[in-house]
C-alpha cells in the first residue's frame, strides 16, 4: 500500500513537462558579475529555438542549448530563451551586469591541525594594535597534554582569475596554483600586496606570511568561536586596473564524527516530497538531511556525505521509514519518530526512554536558530541545546544527556491567566529558540470549541529564569500544524506560518499581518500553483526564501509585507533545499536517490532580474554603521559609542533609526550631521550609550547593582527600505554587567610552566591574627596557583595589576586594592601611613573591618560593598592617621614592606576595592617568598648578655663556696650539731 502511493507519485511527478534556464560564471558564489565574466547559459527543456540579448552582449552560438556570452557594457541586459508554443515571457530574465574594478578572487585551501605552543607565531591585531600572539607548531612526534592543545586551521591561499585558471582551481579541488595563478601572485607580491584574514564578528586581523612556495600565502589561525566568520583582505593593489575580491568564508569543523554502517536499514520519511534537516547554526556546514530514500550527514554542506541507518531489527520494520523530525545536538542526532526519540552517535543508535527522564508522545523536538559566538554565559549558567515538547508539557536538554522539565500544563495556564480546568483545551503547538541567545518562545493553541484555535505566545528567558506572556494572539484552523521562526535582529521579529500561509511580526508586536502576493490574497499556493510551504528560509542579512514543494520560490525581507515570485530555477520534480556552504554562500541541495547535488543560487540577481519590471528601488544608496560586534559587554566606566550613515538621493527625507529593546538601564547620548552635495544627501547620527552610577557609599551595594545590569537589543536600520535593498539592519546585544570571563593578574608573575609541585612550610604563631596555640603548617600547590615570587625581605613589594578580558589584555589597573595574607599571616606592613597618604580622616584596615564584620570570613570583610574613603571630611572621623595605610593603587607610593629578621613564605590574594571600577569581583591570587641575608646580631646586646652570664655564674660559685665553707666549718669545730645537721 505505501509503495504504490509512492509509486504512484512519482509517475505524476515523471509526467510533468517543465522547462527552466539558468546561468553560471566562473567565479565562486557568482562573486564577479561583470563586464569581463564569462556567462555560461543552459536551457533545460523543450522547444528550445535560440537565445536571444542585446547587442552589447556576445553570445558564441544562439541555436545551443549550453553556450556562453558576454557583455561589454554594464547595464540591466535581458536575456531569454525563445521556445516554440510557450510564451517567452515567462523565461526572460534582467541581468545586472557592471563594470566592476573586482576580477581577481583568493583561493583558499586549509586543513586542521591541534598543536601545543612552542615556535611557529601567528599574530593577531585589534584596531592596530597587537593584542595577543599565539605561538604554535605542529609536532606529531610529541605527545603533550591534552589541556594545551589548541585547534588551528592551517591555511594555504594564492590568487587566481577565473577567466584563466585551472579547472582544478574552478571546483575548488586544486592543491597547488596553476601556472597562471602561481605567476598572477608572484607579480602582486612583487608590488607590496599583503593580505589579512580578518573576523567579521570582532574584527581581530591575522596577518599570514609568505610560504617557501612561490606564489602563496599560509597562516595558522586558532579555530575558537570569534573566529567563525573570516574575510580575506586585500590592500588597495591593482594589476591591469583590476584588484581581488574580498572572499568571506566560514572557519568551522565538525566535532561530531559517525561511523558507517552499510548493513543497517536507512532511515526516511514516510513521502517523497518530505526531506527534514537540521544544521547547528554555529557550524553550518554540518548538516543532516533525512529524505525518502536516505538520511545523509556530511560536515562540509555535502561536498562529501555519509549515510546514517540503524540496526536492523530494533524497530518495527515500518518504523524505520517514519522520521518526523532529525536534529543535531553535542551527543550526535536525534531523531523523533512516531512519538519517540532515538540517538545516533560513533557507530551507536539507542532510544532515549523514561529512563532519561523523557516522557512519550513527543511531538516536536528543535534546537537553535542563530549562532553568538561572541556570547559568554554567565558564571554557573549551561544553556540548553534543544528543546523538545508534548501536547501538554515541554522538556529541554542539556549536555551529556540530562534532560530537565521546563514548564507542564498547570504552569502554562498560570502564566496565561487561565483556569486550570483549560487543560483538556490546550495544546503545545511549536517551541523555538529566538534571536536573543537565552530566549526561547512558546506558541500555545487553546481551543474554545469554535473552527479556530486561538494561539498564544510565551517567552522564556534562560538568564533571568523569567516568564512573559507576549502581547500576541492569532486564530488557526483547529488542529493545524504550524511553525515558527524568529529573525536574527534585536527587536523580536518573526514569522509563523503553516502549509499555506505566513504570518509576521515586527518589531515587537507592533507590525503584524499575513505576507499577501501581488494581488492581496494570503494564500501563497495562489502563485505556486497549487502548491504548499516546504521550507522557510531566513540568513543574517534579513533575506527570507519560502520554497514550495514544487520548487518555486518566494522572496519577502525583514519588515516586508509581501512575496515576490523567483524565476524557476529548479526542476519541480527535484528534492530541494537551502543550505549554507563552508564560504557562507547559498547553495540549493538536490536529493535524488539518496544521492546530494549542490548548485550555486544567485540571490541577489535573481531578486534583482523578477522584480526590474515592478521598479522596486531601494531609496538609499549606502546604510552602514561603526557595528561590526554582534555582543557588547559593558561594565562600569564603560561607554559604546557607534555611528550610523544613509546616503540617499535629495528629496526622499530618509534618516537612521536606533531602537532599544530591553531594561533601561542607560542613558543615551545623539548628535546629527546633515550634508547634501550633488543632489547626494548624507545623514551621520552617533549615538553614546553610558552609565553615570555611582556605587560609592550606598546602603545596599549589590542591590543597585543588580538594579543596574541586565541585557539590552540595539537595532540600526534606515527609516525606509525595500526588498531590492542590501543589509536593512543591523543587530547587536549589550549586556551590562561582568564579562564572564574578566579577571585581573598580578604582572609578571609565572601562573604557569612551574616546575614545582607541592610547597610546604611552617607559619610561626606569633606571626598570625587572632593569637592561635599552635603554628600553622601550609601544603601550597604551586602546580595551581603558580611559583612564588622571589622577593628580597629589606625590598618593598607593589604589585601591579592587568585587567584580562580571556586572553585578551585590556588595560593597567590604576584604582585602589587591598591585599591580605590568606593563611593569616600579619608580619608585614606598609611604609605610607595615613597622614602621609592624604588622608583628613582615619582610613579604614584590616584590623578595623575584622573587628566590624566578626561573623565573616577573613574574605569578605572587605571590599567595594563597604569601602568609604580617608580623603573627605564628610566621612569617617579623624582618628589616629599614624597608623599605616593599607590601601594600594597605582599612583600612589604605597607599598608592601617585609623588614623582618625571619625568611617566610606568603600567599596573598588581591581585590578590587574601587566600588565604581568594575560589576565583577575582581581578586588575584599569588604568592611571595622572601629571600637575603638574615640580620646580624648586636655585639653590644651580645656582650652585655654574655657579661650578664658570667656575672650570674660567677656569682652562684661565690656563693657556693661560702655556702659549703659553712658547712665544712660546722664538721670541724661542732661535730655532734654537724653530725645532726648533716643527718
Not at 533545460?44 to 542549448?65: D, Q, Y
Not at 549554507?580 to 535524488?592: E, V, Y
Not at 553610558?690 to 545596599?700: F, L
Request: charged content about 20%; overall charge negative.
Amino acid at each position: 500500500m505505501f509503495y504504490g502511493k509512492v509509486l504512484v507519485a512519482w509517475v505524476l511527478l515523471l509526467g510533468q513537462c517543465f522547462a527552466l534556464w539558468r546561468y553560471k560564471t566562473n567565479a565562486n558564489k557568482y562573486a564577479i558579475f561583470n563586464t569581463r565574466t564569462t556567462i555560461h547559459l543552459e536551457y533545460n527543456g523543450i522547444g528550445f529555438r535560440e537565445w536571444e540579448g542585446p547587442a552589447v552582449c556576445s553570445i558564441e552560438n544562439k541555436t545551443a542549448i549550453k553556450t556562453i556570452m558576454t557583455c561589454s557594457s554594464q547595464g540591466i541586459h535581458r536575456i531569454r530563451p525563445i521556445v516554440a508554443n510557450q510564451d517567452p515571457e515567462l523565461e526572460e530574465r534582467f541581468l545586472f551586469v557592471e563594470r566592476s574594478s573586482d576580477c581577481f578572487l583568493w583561493y583558499l585551501q586549509s586543513e586542521y591541525y591541534v598543536s601545543y605552543p612552542s615556535q611557529l607565531c601567528v599574530i593577531c591585531k585589534f584596531d592596530g594594535h597587537i593584542i595577543n600572539t599565539f605561538i604554535q607548531v605542529i609536532d606529531k612526534n610529541v605527545e603533550q597534554p591534552k589541556a594545551k592543545h589548541r585547534s588551528l586551521k592551517h591555511i594555504r591561499i594564492w590568487i587566481y582569475d577565473p577567466e584563466n585558471s585551472s579547472p582544478l582551481e574552478l571546483s575548488q579541488t586544486a592543491a597547488i596554483p596553476s601556472m597562471n595563478s602561481k605567476t598572477l601572485s608572484m607579480q602582486f607580491i612583487s608590488m607590496g600586496q599583503e593580505p589579512v584574514f580578518q573576523s567579521t564578528i570582532n574584527h581581530v586581523q591575522y596577518f599570514p606570511r609568505t610560504s617557501e612556495q612561490e606564489g602563496v600565502w599560509e597562516i595558522l589561525i586558532p579555530h575558537i568561536s570569534q573566529n567563525l566568520f573570516m574575510t580575506i583582505k586585500g590592500n588597495s593593489v591593482a594589476f591591469q586596473d583590476c584588484f581581488i575580491a574580498d572572499y568571506t568564508f566560514l572557519l568551522s569543523y565538525a566535532k561530531l564524527v559517525l561511523i558507517d554502517n552499510p548493513d543497517w536499514e536507512p532511515l526516511g520519511t514516510d513521502d517523497p516530497e518530505h526531506i527534514h534537516y537540521d544544521w547547528p547554526p554555529c557550524f553550518p556546514a554540518t548538516i543532516a538531511a533525512v529524505s525518502f530514500w536516505e538520511t545523509l550527514f556530511t560536515t562540509d554542506s555535502f561536498n562529501t556525505s555519509q549515510r546514517v541507518r540503524a540496526p536492523k531489527g530494533y524497530m518495527p520494520r515500518g518504523d524505520y521509514h517514519l522520521v518526523d523530525k532529525v536534529t543535531i545536538v553535542e551527543e550526535g542526532l536525534i531523531f523523533l519518530i512516531k512519538g519517540k526519540i532515538y540517538l545516533r552517535k560513533d557507530d551507536f543508535f539507542s532510544e532515549l526512554d523514561q529512563s532519561f527522564g523523557i516522557p512519550k508522545d513527543i511531538l516536536g523536538i528543535g534546537t537553535r536558530t542563530w549562532c553568538w559566538p561572541d556570547y559568554k554565559a554567565r558564571e554557573g549558567l549551561e544553556l540548553t541545546q534543544m528543546v523538545l515538547w508534548t501536547k501538554s508539557e515541554i522538556y529541554v536538554l542539556y549536555s551529556h544527556l540530562k534532560f530537565d522539565v521546563l514548564a507542564k500544563a498547570q504552569d502554562l495556564l498560570n502564566l496565561m491567566h487561565l483556569k486550570p480546568s483549560m487543560e483538556d483545551s490546550m495544546t503545545i503547538k511549536y517551541v523555538t529558540y529566538t534571536s536573543d541567545p537565552t530566549g526561547i518562545a512558546i506558541l500555545i493553541a487553546i481551543y474554545y470549541g469554535r473552527e479556530n484555535d486561538t494561539l498564544y505566545l510565551l517567552s522564556y528567558n534562560e538568564d533571568s529564569y523569567r516568564w512573559d506572556l507576549e502581547d500576541f494572539e492569532m486564530s488557526v484552523p483547529h488542529n493545524r500544524e504550524v511553525s515558527a521562526l524568529f529573525m536574527f535582529s534585536a527587536l523580536p521579529n518573526f514569522v509563523i506560518w503553516d502549509d499555506y500561509s505566513v504570518y509576521y511580526s515586527y518589531r515587537n508586536h507592533s507590525k503584524i499581518g499575513f505576507l499577501e502576493t501581488h494581488n492581496g490574497s494570503h494564500n501563497l499556493s495562489d502563485i505556486a500553483k497549487g502548491s504548499t510551504i516546504h521550507q522557510l528560509f531566513i540568513d543574517y542579512n534579513g533575506n527570507a526564501l519560502i520554497k514550495m514543494y514544487n520548487n518555486i520560490m518566494l522572496y519577502f525581507k525583514i519588515e516586508i509585507i509581501d512575496v515576490e515570485v523567483l524565476h524557476q530555477w529548479t526542476k519541480e520534480e527535484d528534492q530541494c533545499l537551502f543550505i549554507i556552504n563552508p564560504s557562507g554562500d547559498l547553495f540549493l541541495m538536490t536529493l535524488n536517490h539518496g544521492v546530494a547535488k549542490l548548485s550555486e543560487y544567485p540571490l541577489m540577481l535573481e531578486l534583482y532580474s523578477s522584480t526590474f519590471k515592478d521598479n522596486i528601488q531601494c531609496p538609499y544608496m549606502l546604510f552602514e554603521s561603526s557595528i561590526y560586534f554582534n555582543n557588547v559587554y559593558m561594565d562600569k566606566r564603560t561607554e559604546l559609542t557607534f555611528w550610523c550613515q544613509v546616503v540617499y538621493p535629495e528629496n526622499l527625507g530618509l534618516f537612521s533609526i536606533v531602537e532599544v529593546y530591553g531594561p533601561k538601564i542607560l542613558k543615551e547620548k545623539r548628535s546629527t550631521s546633515y550634508e547634501i552635495a550633488l543632489g547626494i544627501c548624507t545623514k551621520n547620527l552617533t549615538v553614546t550609550l553610558y552609565q553615570d552610577v555611582k556605587y560609592e557609599n550606598v546602603e545596599n551595594y549589590y542591590k543597585l547593582q543588580e538594579d543596574n545590569t541586565g541585557h539590552m537589543m540595539i537595532q540600526l536600520r534606515p527609516s525606509q527600505f525595500s526588498k531590492t535593498c542590501p543589509l536593512s539592519n543591523q543587530a547587536v546585544h549589550v549586556f551590562v554587567g561582568c564579562f564572564p570571563q574578566r579577571h585581573i593578574i598580578v604582572k609578571g608573575y609565572e601562573y604557569d610552566d612551574c616546575e614545582r609541585k607541592n610547597i610546604s612550610y611552617v607559619i610561626d604563631r606569633k606571626f598570625l591574627r587572632g593569637n592561635p596555640t599552635e603554628d600553622k603548617r601550609v601544603l601550597y600547590d604551586a602546580l595551581k596557583n603558580g611559583c612564588p615570587m622571589k622577593i628580597n625581605m629589606r625590598s618593598s613589594f607593589h604589585p601591579t595589576i592587568l585587567l584580562y578580558d580571556a586572553d585578551v589584555f585590556v588595560e593597567e589597573v590604576t584604582t585602589n586594592f587591598i591585599m591580605w595574607e590568606i593563611y593569616g599571616r600579619k608580619d608585614f606592613t606598609y611604609n605610607l601611613t595615613m597622614e602621609e597618604s592624604g588622608c583628613v580622616n582615619e582610613a579604614q584596615t584590616w584590623d578595623a573591618m575584622l573587628d566590624k564584620n566578626r561573623h565573616l570570613p577573613l574574605e569578605e570583610v572587605w571590599g567595594p560593598q563597604n569601602y568609604k574613603d580617608c580623603f573627605t571630611y564628610s566621612v569617617g572621623k579623624p582618628g589616629d592617621l599614624s597608623q599605616p595605610y593599607e590601601i594600594l593603587n597605582m599612583s600612589n607610593k604605597n607599598f608592601v614592606v617585609f623588614n623582618n629578621p625571619h625568611l617566610g613564605i606568603y600567599v596573598f590574594e588581591i581585590k578590587i576595592l574601587d566600588p565604581n571600577y568594575s560589576f565583577c569581583d575582581l581578586r588575584a591570587l599569588f604568592a611571595v617568598e622572601t629571600f637575603g641575608e638574615t640580620p646580624k646580631t648586636d655585639t653590644v646586646v651580645v656582650a652585655l648578655f654574655l657579661g650578664i652570664l658570667i656575672f650570674v655564674f660567677f656569682a652562684f660559685l661565690v656563693g657556693s663556696y661560702f655556702q659549703y665553707l659553712k658547712i665544712f666549718r660546722s664538721f670541724i669545730y661542732e661535730p655532734n650539731l654537724g653530725a645532726k645537721r648533716a643527718y
